[in-house]
T-cell receptor
C-alpha cells in the first residue's frame, strides 16, 4: 500500500539552531501534503497544508517564518523549524494524499512521525 | 469540514468484538468516512474507509447507515496489541483532516 516516510525519526538540536524534517511519499505522487504537530496524549493539530510548487497554507496561530515548509516535488515536502526553542519540542507528523477525486475519497497516509527535542 | 464526535475512551477484553461509533451529523455529500489507529510515538495508520453501507477488510468492518450521520468501526476479536487511539475522520478529496480527541481503546487481558 501507499507509504509515507519521514526522516529523521528523532532529532535533538540546540536552542537557536534550525532543523529540517523530510516527508516523502514512496510509491505515489502527492500534490498535497499536510504537517501536523502532536503533544503527548493530545490529538494531532494541523499546522499547514503544503502544495507542490506553491506556497504553503498555514493554520491560524502557526508562525510561517518559524515553520518553513517547502514542497519542491511531488514526492517530497520539508518542514524546517528555524531558531528552535525548547517550546518547539514536539512530535511532528506529515501526511500525503493518494486519492483520485472524487470516487476514491480522500485516503490520506501518514508518516511515522519525527520527535524533535530542543535543548 | 464535518465535525465528528466519538467516545473518549473504551475498555474491552481480549477476544471480544469492539464497536466504536462516531457521529458526524453535518457530513457533506462528497465526504468519505475514514478511520485511523494511532499507537504512541507513531503516525496514524489507515484502517478503513467508506462512503455508505458496509465495508470490510482484513482488520475491520465499517458500518454506515443510510443517512450517513454516524458510522461504526467494528474490530473483531481484539488483542492486547489493539490498544491504541482510534480516530474517525470525515472529508472529501483535497481537504485536510481535522482531528478530534479520538477514542482511547484499552484492551485488557
Amino acid at each position: 500500500g501507499a507509504v509515507v516516510s519521514q526522516h529523521p525519526s528523532r532529532v535533538i538540536c540546540k536552542s537557536g539552531t534550525s532543523v529540517k524534517i523530510e516527508c516523502r511519499s514512496l510509491d505515489f505522487q502527492a500534490t498535497t501534503m499536510f504537517w501536523y504537530r502532536q503533544f503527548p496524549k493530545k490529538s494531532l493539530m494541523l499546522m499547514a497544508t503544503s502544495n507542490e510548487g506553491s506556497k504553503a497554507t498555514y493554520e491560524q496561530g502557526v508562525e510561517k517564518d518559524k515553520f518553513l515548509i517547502n514542497h519542491a516535488s511531488l514526492t517530497l515536502s520539508t518542514l524546517t523549524v528555524t531558531s528552535a526553542h525548547p517550546e518547539d519540542s514536539s512530535f511532528y507528523i506529515c501526511s500525503a494524499s493518494s486519492g483520485q477525486a472524487p470516487r476514491a475519497g480522500n485516503t490520506i497516509y501518514f508518516g511515522e512521525g519525527s520527535w524533535l527535542t530542543v535543548v | 469540514l464535518a465535525k465528528t464526535t466519538q467516545p473518549i475512551s473504551m475498555d474491552s477484553y481480549e477476544g471480544q468484538e469492539v464497536n466504536i461509533t462516531c457521529s458526524h451529523n453535518n457530513i457533506a455529500t462528497n465526504d468519505y468516512i475514514t478511520w485511523y489507529q494511532q499507537f504512541p510515538s507513531q503516525g496514524p495508520r489507515f484502517i478503513i474507509q467508506g462512503y455508505k453501507t458496509k465495508v470490510t477488510n482484513e482488520v475491520a468492518s465499517l458500518f454506515i447507515p443510510a443517512d450517513r450521520k454516524s458510522s461504526t468501526l467494528s474490530l473483531p476479536r481484539v488483542s492486547l496489541s489493539d490498544t491504541a487511539v482510534y480516530y474517525c475522520l470525515v472529508g472529501s478529496y483535497g481537504q485536510n483532516f481535522v482531528f478530534g480527541p479520538g477514542t482511547r481503546l484499552s484492551v485488557l487481558p
